[in-house]
């Protein structure tokens, strides 16, 4: 129900008393809700008024705080010393205070209609007004809300212009024969809406390059297939007929189209729609008619950045091209964003209507989405049921008022509340009622909220897709009109200021409340110096400082501060148990100064309450001692000495091994082991008890240390109580090594020198063995090398003369 839609649980309690207690009255749930909304703008959703946290001394200040805060300009409001900002609260604060009404400053919200004409009946009129009022001036109040009403009633028989954007790519071939002899038939339908219907035509293919269509001269001269002889070149966007009423004229136009073709299977249908939107005067479009454009295709869409893939790096301008119908830039600009031709749209109100084939109608229904005021509807193969198509989506788009606003200015919100019989909650930026029938009035609640003081701005409200806008300028209200008895030295500032909105302002050269202080003779800076502490915030923010000592403030609460800096106060002390001090002490100057008995931050501990600070029984240790004596009881827990650690402080995870540090003691009570001789008691400096035993008879700290003449000595330490006392056990037998003999050492010493200088030899003799082997390889290498050259030398003579006996004849 509507009832559980636009009121809280308070409203719809109200409203069910109402209808019981009247159940003959017969009212119109509508009026019914108009008459609860008024009723809520000031009791119902009235705010809570709260001033909180005001720091602000002056009367401008303070009206822009809080959009609830209020000005005392009453004199002699303030105490002597008492600080300004206790001017500004709320009404009723001020008031209680002792402030008289008509001295108390709070700027309201302030409303002037410029203009309200009145809501048309019917469209016979030349221009119908369906929204009501036109101009508004707003004068407000930073923060604080404004509640105006807007008027809407749907004229009969409001005139229609409907543009049928058809996709020419082959795919839609039948198509085209069927939209051919829809011309009677779709103005039949148009006619039964209203007698000022006038229709338009624009076809759409693809942009003509690559890769969306195939460049080759003859492909686009004839991008169908070759047996197809009726068929047109290439195209991208064709505005075929502009608005007209003449159902001859409109098949005559349609029935020259012929069908088309490109490559990829998205199409330019945004660059189109684009182009339908924003070239008005070609198109057609009346100024004060519904405007439909029905995009009717069977293939998705390409978008912004689509384009680079044939390198038109130009993004759309959102501008009219149309030369001779035909878009000329298709070519040189990107495909339109979405978010472009969503724009564009709303501000030409136009409504698209996409007639799609069933493939694709996801693709268009998320579209819808990001579109206002758009309908999806599936196209049969054919788009036999166009027209019954356009019949729904027109009844769903007229019958549906979406009431929103144009780009607000900076700190500026509105928000709507819709009052009719069928509301939408789509967010609270726009107001939307379905099922708004012709003559059906409508209401919605806009408020509006200037979140910080403005100079004079405007926005338009309006309703999707119709002509009728709503100017509203507004304007801030920042500062106070006090009266401020016009002289310029007044008794009240001892004659040395003037009272602005009941606050002295102090002539040149004094200063103060009242302006009593003269800060001719002294410095004003080095006055203020001495009222802070460590240069910090003057008098603590807490009082005012008067000619160089401060003058501190009465708190809210009653209490008061004081102290030189106003640095002090006796209620914010830490609480214990939601109680200050724990209620065991007295706050003097933020802390807790405790009765006797009780300690801790909070006086939160008692003196006596040591359980938590005594070890747990055990038989090796004094369990009545607190804290092992080695740190104080504090709110019943251990504070241990530096080392130690909690619980209880028994252990020291940082302090030096006791087993070193007490070395010398265990050695000088194991050599002197009777007891009554004072000679370690300076060696071992604190307490130490010791036994020489056989064996360890308890558990401790296990130690295993030489000792001055090499003998490890074996003992356990137990630490007692305190810091430096402890009890040890020492076994009564030292570990020492047996001598060594001294000759094996010799012998031994001797042996590996000899060993040594033996290796060392034949290291030498084998580094020189492997030197003289790379020498002579060397020289081997370098005497094949060699090659010597034979020549026969004249003046040698061979020294061998060979001479034949004649009587030898071989013969034995």
Request: charged share 25%; proline share 4%; aromatic share 8%.
């Given at each position: 129900m ?6 809280d ?33 000031h009791?119902f ?14 009367c ?16 002699n ?7 300004e ?10 008031i ?27 469209s016979?009129?030349?221009e ?11 004068k ?6 404004h ?69 080759n ?91 680079k ?50 493939n694709v ?18 196209l ?15 009844k ?58 403005i ?45 602005n909105?009941?606050?002295?302002s102090?002539?040149d050269?004094?200063s ?24 910090g915030?003057?008098c ?14 009465e ?20 609480k ?16 807790c ?41 504090k ?82 330490l ?26 094996p050492i ?5 042996a ?19 030197k ?41």
């Amino acid at each position: 129900m509507y009832s559980d839609y636009l009121f809280d649980k308070p409203k719809r309690k109200y409203l069910d008393e109402l209808t019981t207690l009247f159940p003959s009255m017969s009212m119109d749930l509508c009026m019914l809700s108009l008459l609860l909304l008024m009723l809520g703008k000031h009791g119902f959703c009235h705010q809570e008024e709260v001033c909180t946290n005001s720091v602000t001394d002056s009367c401008d200040g303070c009206i822009t705080f809080k959009p609830f805060c209020a000005w005392c300009q009453q004199l002699n409001y303030t105490k002597p010393g008492e600080q300004e900002t206790v001017r500004c609260g709320t009404k009723a604060k001020l008031i209680e205070r002792g402030c008289k009404p008509e001295e108390i400053i709070s700027p309201q919200n302030h409303e002037i209609i410029l203009q309200k004409d009145p809501l048309s009946q019917s469209s016979d009129t030349e221009e119908p007004v369906q929204m009501s009022p036109q101009k508004i001036h707003l004068k407000l109040r930073p923060g604080l809300p404004h509640s105006f009403n807007v008027t809407f009633k749907r004229a009969e028989g409001y005139p229609v212009d409907l543009y049928y954007l058809m996709d020419l790519s082959y795919s839609m071939k039948d198509d085209l024969e069927n939209v051919k002899g829809l011309g009677k038939t779709l103005f039949d339908a148009l006619n039964s809406i209203t007698k000022k219907a006038k229709i338009g035509f624009g076809a759409f293919v693809d942009k003509t390059v690559l890769p969306y269509t195939n460049t080759n001269k003859e492909k686009l001269k004839k991008p169908c297939d070759e047996n197809d002889d009726q068929c047109q070149a290439a195209f991208g966007y064709r505005h075929v007929l502009s608005m007209t009423s003449s159902e001859e004229q409109f098949r005559e136009e349609v029935a020259k189209q012929y069908i088309s073709g490109n490559l990829d299977s998205p199409e330019g249908s945004l660059d189109a729609m684009m182009q339908a939107a924003v070239c008005g005067d070609q198109i057609g479009w009346r100024n004060s008619s519904t405007r439909l454009i029905v995009l009717a295709t069977d293939a998705g869409f390409h978008m912004a950045g689509d384009g680079k893939l044939a390198g038109i790096l130009e993004p759309h301008d959102e501008q009219c091209h149309i030369k001779n119908n035909l878009y000329v830039k298709s070519n040189e600009m990107d495909y339109p964003s979405v978010g472009q031709l969503a724009i564009q749209l709303e501000k030409n109100n136009v409504q698209p209507i996409f007639a799609v084939t069933e493939n694709v109608k996801d693709v268009y229904t998320k579209l819808s989405k990001i579109i206002p005021k758009s309908e999806v509807g599936v196209l049969s193969s054919d788009s036999k049921n166009v027209v019954q198509l356009i019949e729904s989506a027109y009844k769903k788009l007229s019958s549906k008022v979406t009431l929103t606003h144009d780009v607000l200015p900076d700190n500026v919100q509105v928000k709507y509340l819709p009052v009719c019989d069928h509301p939408r909650e789509e967010g609270t930026n726009k107001g939307v009622c379905d099922q708004v029938g012709e003559g059906k009035e409508i209401y919605f609640q806009v408020t509006v909220t200037a979140k910080t003081c403005i100079e004079q701005e405007s926005f338009t409200i309006s309703p999707l897709g119709i002509k009728d806008k709503l100017t509203v300028t507004i304007s801030t209200n920042c500062t106070c009109e006090c009266n401020n008895h016009g002289e310029s030295n007044q008794k009240h500032c001892n004659n040395n200021g003037r009272i602005n909105c009941g606050v002295c302002s102090c002539n040149d050269g004094f200063s103060g409340q009242r302006c009593g202080c003269n800060v001719t003779t002294q410095n004003l800076e080095t006055l203020q110096a001495l009222c802070r502490r460590d240069n910090g915030t003057e008098c603590e923010g807490r009082g005012d400082c008067l000619c160089g000592s401060c003058k501190c403030h009465e708190a809210e609460q009653g209490f008061s501060y004081y102290g030189k800096f106003c640095e002090c106060d006796d209620e914010h002390c830490e609480k214990f148990n939601n109680k200050k001090c724990a209620g065991n002490g007295d706050c003097e100057c933020g802390k807790c100064k405790c009765f006797d008995g009780w300690e801790g931050s909070a006086c939160q501990c008692s003196e006596t309450l040591t359980e938590g600070c005594r070890p747990p029984p055990s038989s090796s240790t004094d369990n009545n001692t607190i804290c092992f004596g080695r740190g104080s009881c504090k709110c019943n827990l251990c504070e241990c000495d530096e080392g130690y650690q909690r619980p209880f402080c028994e252990k020291c995870e940082g302090c030096d091994d006791v087993c070193q540090t007490k070395m010398k003691c265990i050695e000088c009570l194991f050599v002197n082991s009777d007891v009554s001789k004072e000679d370690c008691k300076v060696v071992c400096g604190g307490s130490m008890s010791h036994t020489l035993v056989e064996n360890f008879t308890y558990q401790g700290k296990d130690c295993n240390q030489k000792d001055s003449q090499g003998c490890r000595i074996k003992f356990k330490l137990e630490q007692l109580s305190g810091r430096d006392n402890y009890k040890a056990e020492i076994l009564k037998i030292k570990d020492c090594p047996e001598p060594q003999s001294v000759m094996p050492i010799i012998i031994g010493s001797i042996a590996a020198v000899a060993v040594i200088g033996i290796l060392l030899l034949m290291l030498i003799k084998f580094y020189y063995y492997l030197k003289d082997l790379k020498e002579f390889k060397r020289f081997e290498n370098e005497r094949q090398k060699t090659k010597w050259d034979e020549i026969d030398n004249p003046l040698f003579q061979n020294p061998t003369t060979t001479v034949a006996n004649p009587l030898f004849t071989g013969e034995n």
